[in-house]
């Protein structure tokens, strides 16, 4: 990456690591979709395409790169990648393109990016909600991470609220920061 990049992981997911279906969020947290917002305004998105057809569109103000195996594939207003090196490459080329991008590119999900991606990634944005879920026969599930690798800090803890569940907000801190 050029230097002064980060890469971030920004997720929400169930106490039990479930992240998704295979079709939509399994929860519906208005105040975390502000939250998204705000940590990923202005950066390059690294998705794979089912997260993009939950999204259904690209998001304004930042870049969608779809990591695909279908070398077919178009998204109206997406870039496509066969691979992390090459979504690394779309990324870097965005930013620098890009008037007023901030120096981040945001792993966005689902569980195979995820997991392609968190050996480079220095900073995990994480929404945990406080229910469990067995996401169904196509569950997304975010990697199980080392205690000993992050440093973990909880933001805020924010309680049920009709239909809102309880959920947390936490930030996790690579120990011995990854150069990428």
């Not at 779309?90 to 999900?109: H, K, V």
Request: charged content about 25%; hydrophobic content about 45%.
């Amino acid at each position: 990456m050029t230097a002064g990049l980060e890469m971030v992981a920004v997720v929400a997911m169930a106490q039990n690591r479930v992240i998704g279906d295979g079709t939509g969020l399994l929860w519906h947290l208005p105040a975390d979709l502000k939250r998204v917002k705000a940590l990923t305004m202005g950066c390059p998105l690294i998705m794979g395409r089912r997260t993009w057809d939950s999204i259904g569109r690209a998001l304004p103000g930042r870049a969608s790169i779809v990591m695909t195996r279908d070398a077919g594939w178009t998204g109206e207003g997406a870039l496509r990648a066969a691979g992390m090196d090459e979504a690394l490459d779309l990324a870097r080329d965005w930013i620098d393109g890009t008037e007023g991008a901030r120096p981040e590119i945001i792993l966005f999900g689902g569980g195979e990016i995820y997991a392609a991606g968190l050996a480079l990634t220095n900073r995990i944005e994480l929404t945990v909600v406080e229910i469990e879920s067995d996401g169904g026969p196509a569950a997304a599930v975010f990697p199980e991470l080392a205690p000993a690798i992050w440093d973990r800090q909880v933001l805020e803890q924010v309680p049920a609220d009709g239909e809102v569940p309880a959920h947390r907000y936490e930030r996790l801190t690579r120990k011995l920061p990854v150069l990428v």
